[in-house]
Structure formats: structure tokens, C-alpha cells
């Protein structure tokens, strides 16, 4: 069983930054698959960004609307998966929602709210 709390959403203009935070209940070194996934008013869940353990380091993935202004990272050690985001816009408004696939099942937080506004 897996816990996940976000925390860091807030109301900033456009061109700030944010930093969410997802905290996993227990040990995040045994999730492979951690991401983040966001959801406006009338709009279908929206992939943002992922994280999965690798051999050889962590691999990440963005969705196209984010590159170069998202950056998703983990640190196992805190239990913690982040997400950085700057550059921010008002299409970027949304609930975003942490996600992690563990012992085959999917978990997800209750979601923290950013809006930006122009």
C-alpha cells in the first residue's frame, strides 16, 4: 500500500515558478514508475511528466506542452518525487496529481491546485 501527498500548488502570475512536492508514505526506492499528471476543468487528465528507475540512472519523459520548462526529479532518500516549473502559464492551470505504479497497482494523491494567471 502506497500513500502519495502533494503539496506546493499555489496562484502565481505567468512567467513564475512553482515546486510540487509528492510525498510517498514509505520507501519510493522499490516504485519504479512515478509521474505527474494534471487535470483542468472539462479536460481529460493530461500526462505532464515521468520518472522510472533504471539501471542506470533515472529516465524522464515530458509531455509536449512542458518540455523545456518542467523538470521532474526523485529523491529516494526523502521519499520524495518533485516537480520544477517555470516559465509558467495560464494553460499550465490545473489540479496535478501524483502518480506511482507499485506491486501492480496504481496509486494516486488527492491532487494540489496551481493557477496562473496572465
Known amino acids: 500500500q502506497v500513500s502519495l501527498v502533494e503539496s506546493g500548488g499555489g496562484s502565481v502570475q505567468a512567467g513564475g515558478s512553482l515546486r510540487l512536492s509528492c510525498v510517498a508514505s514509505?520507501?519510493?526506492?522499490?516504485?519504479?514508475?512515478m509521474a505527474w499528471v494534471r487535470e483542468s476543468p472539462g479536460m481529460q487528465r493530461e500526462f505532464v511528466a515521468s520518472?522510472?528507475?533504471?539501471?542506470?540512472?533515472?529516465?524522464?519523459y515530458y509531455g509536449e506542452s512542458v518540455k523545456g520548462r518542467f523538470t521532474i526529479a526523485r529523491n529516494n532518500a526523502e521519499n520524495t518525487m518533485y516537480l520544477q516549473m517555470n516559465s509558467l502559464k495560464p494553460t499550465d492551470t490545473a489540479v496535478y496529481y501524483c502518480?506511482?505504479?507499485?506491486?501492480?497497482?496504481?496509486?494516486w494523491g488527492q491532487g494540489t491546485q496551481v493557477s496562473v494567471s496572465s
Open positions: 520518472v522510472t528507475s533504471s539501471g542506470s540512472g533515472d529516465i524522464t
Open positions: 502518480h506511482a505504479n507499485y506491486g501492480g497497482r496504481s496509486y
Open positions: 514509505g520507501s519510493i526506492t522499490a516504485i519504479n514508475y
